[in-house]
């Protein structure tokens, strides 16, 4: 199938249908190349409605997973976002779209090696890919206007709460190693506000403040 086309089916069929209504993030995953950000024999199911591998024990999120967090933290044009779990480049990608810098950490350099070349082949060069522990978060770069991660932890790390503006959103998968509850936590003058977005499976979130090795 033309990869257009593909996409356009998955925008309506596993976004659309679900709820996802910004045509800012619908246009976004309309021009993002999601085949390419998949390994060459995966490329014929880049778009079904599932995650797929892409090495060293790390996944690219089903698509409407990527469209729920998107939406949750309600990128704007002047924003910038830090995203916890680079991967294969697909969530910042979109986010590159949607808003003006993306902050990206990878703990895995072969995957932030390979990342930064799809990004760089597609012309998204406001996706800054730094190799460390995303748990610790980013702070030279902050405070951010939403951060989202990619991963899944144990428990909320407070130190992602502090590097957020005042107003904006972290949204992070919290629970056990086989399944989390996707959180949209949002800080305030008189601290958070938390809403469950659904249950979800990430894989781990490994660091200082998330899961051991």
Known sequence: ??????RKTMVDEQIV????????????FLE??????????????????YPLPIGYGQTISQPYIV????????????????????GSGYQAAILSRLCSDVYSIERVAPLASRARKILDELGYFNVHITIGDGTEGLQEHGPYDGIIVTAGAPSVPDILVEQLKPGARLV???????????KCIIK???????KSLGGCRFVKLVGKRGWSR
């Not at 249908?17 to 976004?28: C, E, T």
């Not at 993002?32 to 409605?49: C, G």
């Not at 998107?70 to 830090?82: K, S, V």
Request: no cysteine.
């Open 17 to 28: 249908a679900r709820g996802i209504a910004d045509q800012r993030i619908i246009n976004a």
């Open 67 to 86: 469209a729920l967090m998107t939406q949750a933290i309600d990128p704007g044009p002047e924003d910038r976002i830090l995203e916890i779990g680079t």
């Open 32 to 49: 993002v190349p999601r085949h390419k950000f998949v390994d060459e024999h995966l490329k014929y199911k880049a778009y079904e409605d």
């Open 188 to 194: 305030t003058d008189k601290g958070v506000e938390e």
């Open 1 to 6: 199938m033309d990869p257009y086309i593909a």
């Open 172 to 182: 992070i998968p919290v629970g056990g190693e086989s399944s989390q509850d996707l």
